[in-house]
């Protein structure tokens, strides 16, 4: 089916897995598709556009429950990976990525303190100077 930019998909598919609500997609889904981003079988634009097709199941966007939920950490690396590109998220920051899924499951407020804590520790302008540098020589976003 393709997709206008008003249509909502009917599901958000991920090689052999279709989900059709945010509540069917899980810690272990979400491992996966970082998986598959860092060895390389999808390119980032492939995660973000999953990403941001979980989005438009859900008719508000993004649910935004309190961080003692256990679905918090889930929901907020999706939101990261469907703005890939205006998050500055790279493939190098999958291994913290990862550690917060799995810490979030049970400790959803250590994991965004750990989470947030990587991020402060990251150049942010180093990266969106290596980025204008690719899109000036028609290079497309980092794999």
Do not use: C
């Not at 994991?111 to 402060?120: G, P």
């Amino acid at each position: 089916m393709k997709k206008s930019s008003t249509s909502i998909p009917e599901a958000a598919r991920w090689q052999d897995k279709e989900f059709h609500s945010l509540d069917e997609f899980d810690y272990a889904d979400l491992l996966r598709v970082l998986q598959d981003w860092e060895t390389g079988e999808f390119p980032s634009w492939e995660v973000s556009a999953f990403a941001e097709d979980l989005k438009e199941l859900e008719a508000g966007g993004w649910p935004d429950p309190p961080v003692d939920d256990p679905r918090f950490m889930l929901i907020e690396i999706s939101h990261l990976l469907e703005d890939i590109e205006g998050s500055y998220v790279f493939k190098e920051d999958i291994p913290a990525l990862k550690r917060a899924l799995q810490l979030g499951q049970t400790r959803p407020q250590e994991a965004l303190d750990e989470l947030n804590a990587y991020f402060d520790g990251v150049d942010f302008e180093a990266r969106e100077k290596f980025i204008s540098e690719r899109f000036s020589q028609g290079l497309l976003w980092p794999p």
